[in-house]
């Protein structure tokens, strides 16, 4: 069983950055795929960002491409996204997630966080 606390939320005006970690529990972080989704008020949840078992493989939604940067630190057991360039429209409750393949569909997904809270004010 895989456990996944998220952290480094905060507010932060527009065109600043934030970097949200995720630091997972127990062995074998490494044969997981690490995801984030991110969920605004009234909206559902919505796939961000991958990154592959590697790291050297990525993905990312069309709104944060660009802006955003996914990277996974094995001996860490940790994920992280960096943010830039951080817009009110990313405003949201974002989620850890690992899998053992990597979809836009959030029920192919097999451990989930708590979520941290983004708040982009203009």
């Known amino acids: 069983q895989v456990q996944l606390v998220e952290s480094g939320g905060g507010l932060v005006q527009a065109g600043g950055s934030l970097r949200l970690s995720c630091a997972a529990s127990g062995r074998f972080f490494g044969g997981y795929v690490m995801g984030w989704f991110r969920q605004a008020p009234g909206k559902e949840r919505e796939f961000v960002a991958a990154v592959s078992r590697s790291g050297v493989g990525t993905d990312y939604a069309d709104s944060v491409k660009g802006r955003f940067t996914i990277s996974r630190d094995n001996a860490k057991n940790t994920v992280y996204l960096q943010m830039s360039s951080l817009k009110p429209e990313d405003t949201a409750v974002y989620y850890c997630?690992?899998?053992?393949?990597?979809?836009?569909?959030?029920?192919?997904?097999?451990?989930w966080g708590q979520g941290t809270q983004v708040t982009v004010s203009s």
């Open positions: 997630a690992a899998g053992a393949r990597s979809a836009a569909d959030m029920k192919v997904w097999d451990y």
